[in-house]
């Protein structure tokens, strides 16, 4: 009996601590808690993790970051889960619903960085066929980047399912002689063409920049046409048809808020709206993440204690 | 002896016809008229243009941004409310499960963790979750852990109480298990990126839809093994209980429940499993935790993401260990509680309680954070796992001399020409060659089914992708099966076999396929074959465990009596296991051909193409109509292969075998 009075006795105690410390209240600050959303490749988590310091640390802010998927993040917003995200690549239908016609999402402007979509060979490919700057030089060249599954044909290696891209449809406008091989999700393209880089075997694939990999492998971007017959923007992405574009456009990064963010008065708004940075500081702190495996808070934290200016800027002193 | 007599009748049956007099052979005719009618009119006959339905995919498209107008209006009506409620309610329980455990502290989560496991589960299973909590710590990785934990302590949780008693009811009643085959066929085969978004609509993100997702994929295995464990019991063991005057409630509960128990723990083992392995999708949709480190260090830190899927492996087998030993311990028929023991008992928890609160108080005396952030091996662990990537990711080593011509000669002059036979061939050839086919084998109604499920197929404009992917799907599944029966036998039939086999299985079964697909590709660089690997090291796990446990149950009556009559060990296993346990093993066949399919989407990332491909693009690229019309098309070579394959035999035996 003894014994279990005194179990029943430290149950109790459980309890009581379990409930004080239950009720202790959070802590609250004039900027209170902001939610960015970061995305999977490495630029992305560099401009969040600066934006996640800067109001830490400046502005007292609590961040959270959330890691939803580019098309859900819209309806994360709409519903005030998500409070901004930093860098889209484009995403019409999204602006279209959630932007202009339910004005459940905001645009907070561009981020800075300029984002180029395209066909990229090794520079040291480039170097042995310069006729390759532009498309035409690949005329007949085709055969050149054969490889097991393209049987007669020369491969073009495919892009990550969630980019924007329209390469069977250039291929097929510009009458190349390439199989299109969807080769999947980025990490599993990036292993197949830096296999055949680290061979300085020839290698043609859909890329873009920013990318940190372009620091530690050397490509250049092949010139398409910038109209050609047959090339067909897709209208439901925003393109026009009749300008028979070819070349991807260049883009601008854009940043959105959710509506109840934007409107919250929160003095984190105007750090969201105002951040603003280049291909090269976002390449930097993408480099020190993925690149030297280096934390994501210490990366920023180094990349500000550099660039105090731009901070400033940001926190519009 | 009765059971004995037709293994007996079987030995001595004279052999039959040659086998290419038989349906074998007419099989291997029309196989032949569909291979003439390639090299004889190839790629001239595409699916026409005429009999497809273009505007489909749009039409499916405004609905959905119909759901999301009226789902974001400032009054939603009460369906959406409705929704909303639901959603909340997920988010509420997985919210205060974390912050419960974070409110511990680490010392207390620990202790309570281990004890729980101690008090129930006896002192290995309590070692084995020690040791868990150590490894995550070891790895930096806990308070993920603790996220993912609490995620998948729900889903599992909602998916038993859910599945179980359904399972039940399919068990007892062969027309509900032959209307509730087909729904479950659909939310194991339709791939979540299909309905991610909807489900984002409906549920917002966050955990409560993580958990959503997260059932649909893992109710279906605990229905089907339940019933299938309740089908397994003998029918004059419940006879004698009718007989002797038991209700059916008291028969249940009493009897089949009791006897099916076997099969239970193995439908909790592959709830947990199934649930674990939707960790990485859920984490897209806010799920949070390990799913979330796994997808951000496959694009910027491979190393981390290899780390983060070890965890959740390792978190897998504890749960199922733990789970195991305390339904083993717990078992009625195997404890004999007197009076005295039962007080000692009763002691022993309320011990354990007071040092979960002795730990929870010393955890706030020392200040002991939500989660540990003390010292952690990560970062030497990452050097380790990237030394090893770096070997992988390295062309000149002397592994890659081997596999990349191996994996060229496999694609070059196998996958490949598969591919294009199946593209290339006449879709009436097609279509009426595999009617026929499954007329031959299983029967009428089958053939009309998958002929109508190639039409849909074509239909809704996918028949190029989908000839694409069932090449794919049919390498793999005939690998799956290769690889599943025999090992799953060898399970059955030693001891030692299975306890080696088992962690490798729930390492494949829960091991982010993408994880070590990925460095895979640096070995064998060239595309389709991957895909081909993830789905057969997916798959076969389950064929492996169903066929196992199919045979194990076969009533040990029918093997003596076999032994008395003299017959060897492999005579007792092919005319009396094997046939006996037909029934599970048809399940085996079923299953491994569903989680093929399942994981076609995953071969559309790393290389696959086709309707893998489109999936992915229809989430990440917002193409939702696209995205539903390849997993339709998924769903619909799913059915029609099954109806190929199930045989004659399956309309008298209940349909969810």
């Known amino acids: 009996m003894k014994v279990r009075a005194g179990g029943l006795v430290a149950a109790a105690a459980v309890v009581v601590v379990l409930v004080t410390v239950g009720s202790a209240a959070a802590r609250s600050s004039a900027c209170g808690t902001v939610t960015i959303n970061e995305q999977a490749w490495a630029g992305s988590t560099a401009n969040t993790y600066v934006v996640k ?218 750090v969201v709206k105002r951040f603003s940075w280049s291909n090269a500081d976002q390449n930097a702190v993408a480099k020190m993440i993925a690149g030297d495996h280096m934390n994501p808070d210490q990366a920023a934290q180094k990349w500000i204690s550099a660039n105090k200016a731009k901070v400033n800027k940001w926190l519009g002193k | 002896m009765a059971v004995a007599q037709p293994a007996a009748r079987a030995v001595a049956a004279p052999a039959p016809r040659p086998w290419w007099r038989g349906r074998a052979g007419l099989v291997v005719a029309v196989v032949l008229g569909i291979v003439i009618s390639y090299f004889g009119w190839r790629n001239d006959v595409p699916w026409p243009a005429s009999l497809t339905w273009n505007s489909l995919a749009a039409h499916l498209d405004s609905f959905q941004t119909w759901l999301s107008d009226h789902r974001n209006l400032p009054h939603p009506s009460i369906v959406f409310r409705a929704f909303n409620g639901l959603a909340s309610f997920l988010d509420d329980i997985v919210g205060w499960l974390t912050s419960f455990f974070f409110k511990l502290t680490w010392i207390g989560t620990t202790v309570l963790g281990v004890l729980v496991v101690l008090r129930y589960g006896g002192r290995r299973a309590a070692l084995g979750v020690a040791a868990a909590f150590a490894a995550f710590a070891a790895m930096g990785l806990w308070e993920p852990s603790v996220r993912t934990f609490a995620l998948t302590f729900a889903s599992v949780a909602l998916a038993l109480a859910i599945g179980l008693p359904l399972g039940v009811l399919a068990g007892r009643s062969d027309r509900f298990a032959r209307a509730i085959t087909p729904v479950l066929d659909a939310m194991q085969i339709i791939p979540a990126f299909a309905y991610l978004m909807p489900i984002v609509i409906l549920f917002s993100v966050g955990p409560g839809a993580a958990v959503a997702t997260t059932l649909i994929y893992a109710i279906p295995p605990a229905i089907r093994i339940t019933a299938l464990g309740i089908r397994g019991v003998q029918p004059n063991t419940v006879e004698a209980a009718t007989a002797l005057g038991a209700t059916r409630l008291q028969t249940l509960f009493k009897v089949q429940l009791p006897l099916a128990r076997r099969m239970l723990l193995l439908s909790v083992n592959q709830t947990i499993l199934f649930a674990l392995s939707m960790v990485v999708i859920a984490g897209l949709i806010g799920g949070q935790g390990l799913g979330d480190v796994v997808t951000s260090g496959l694009y910027s830190n491979p190393a981390l993401a290899l780390l983060a899927g070890v965890a959740i492996v390792i978190m897998a087998i504890a749960l199922d260990r733990a789970t195991e030993a305390m339904a083993i311990r717990t078992d009625p028929a195997h404890r004999h509680l007197t009076e005295g023991k039962k007080r000692r008992l009763r002691l022993y928890t309320l011990a354990c309680a007071a040092a979960v609160g002795l730990a929870v108080g010393l955890g706030y005396a020392f200040g002991a954070g939500s989660v540990w952030t003390g010292w952690t091996g990560q970062s030497w662990l990452l050097r380790q796992v990237q030394s090893v990537l770096d070997y992988v990711q390295n062309p000149s080593t002397f592994v890659f001399h081997i596999t990349n011509p191996i994996g060229n000669f496999i694609v070059q002059y196998g996958l490949e020409p598969l591919r294009t036979f199946f593209v290339a061939t006449p879709w009436p050839a097609m279509v009426f060659g595999l009617a026929l086919i499954a007329f031959l084998v299983s029967g009428l109604r089958p053939a009309l089914i998958v002929a109508a499920m190639l039409a849909v197929v074509g239909v809704a404009n996918e028949w190029t992708p989908a000839m694409d992917t069932l090449s794919q799907v049919l390498v793999a599944t005939v690998l799956t099966l290769a690889v599943g029966i025999p090992l799953g036998i060898w399970a059955a039939e030693s001891e030692r076999a299975r306890r080696g086999m088992r962690p490798v299985l729930d390492v494949l079964q829960t091991l982010p396929q993408l994880v070590y697909i990925i460095p895979f590709i640096y070995l064998m660089p060239v595309s389709i074959v991957p895909g081909v690997m993830a789905s057969v090291l997916y798959a076969s796990p389950v064929v492996i465990r169903l066929v196992e446990a199919g045979i194990r149950e076969v009533s040990p009556n029918s093997v003596e009596a076999a032994g008395a009559f003299g017959a060897t060990r492999a005579q007792v296993l092919l005319k009396v296991k094997i046939p006996l346990a037909r029934e599970a093993i048809m399940l085996g066949v079923n299953q491994g051909l569903i989680m093929v399919l399942a994981v076609v989407v995953i071969g559309g990332l790393v290389g696959s193409g086709a309707l893998g491909y489109d999936v992915a693009q229809g989430l990440q690229r917002s193409l939702f109509g696209q995205g539903v019309l390849a997993s339709l098309a998924i769903l619909a070579l799913g059915i029609a292969l099954d109806r190929v394959t199930q045989g004659r035999r399956r309309r008298r035996l209940g349909d969810l075998a």
Request: proline share 6%; net charge positive.
């Open chain 1, 53 to 270: 310091n800067v109001l830490e640390k400046n502005l007292g802010c609590h961040v959270n970051i959330t890691k939803v998927a580019e098309v859900p993040v819209y309806q994360a917003m709409a519903d005030g889960k998500t409070d901004a995200i930093l860098e889209d690549w484009g995403h019409q239908p999204q602006w279209d619903q959630y932007v202009t016609k339910q004005k459940t999402v905001v645009r907070a402007g561009a981020n800075g960085v300029k984002g180029v979509i395209g066909w990229y060979i090794p520079t040291y490919l480039m170097k042995q066929h310069p006729e390759f700057k532009t498309w035409k030089g690949l005329k007949g060249k085709e055969t050149l980047f054969k490889s097991p599954e393209s049987g007669s044909q020369g491969m073009f290696l495919g892009g990550d399912p969630s980019y924007q891209q329209k390469d069977q449809t250039l291929i097929k406008a510009l009458g190349l002689n390439l199989k299109f091989v969807s080769v999947g999700a980025e990490p599993a393209q990036v292993a197949r063409w830096t296999q055949l880089y680290k061979q300085k075997k020839p290698v043609l694939f859909y890329w873009y920049d920013p990318q940190y990999l372009n620091a530690t492998y050397q490509v250049s971007r092949i010139q398409l046409p910038k109209r050609f017959k047959g090339c067909l923007d897709d209208e439901k992405l925003g393109g026009d048809p009749k300008k028979y574009a070819c070349e991807y456009p260049s883009y601008t990064l854009l940043k959105f808020m959710s509506k109840k963010f934007a409107s919250s008065g929160s003095p984190a708004v105007g």
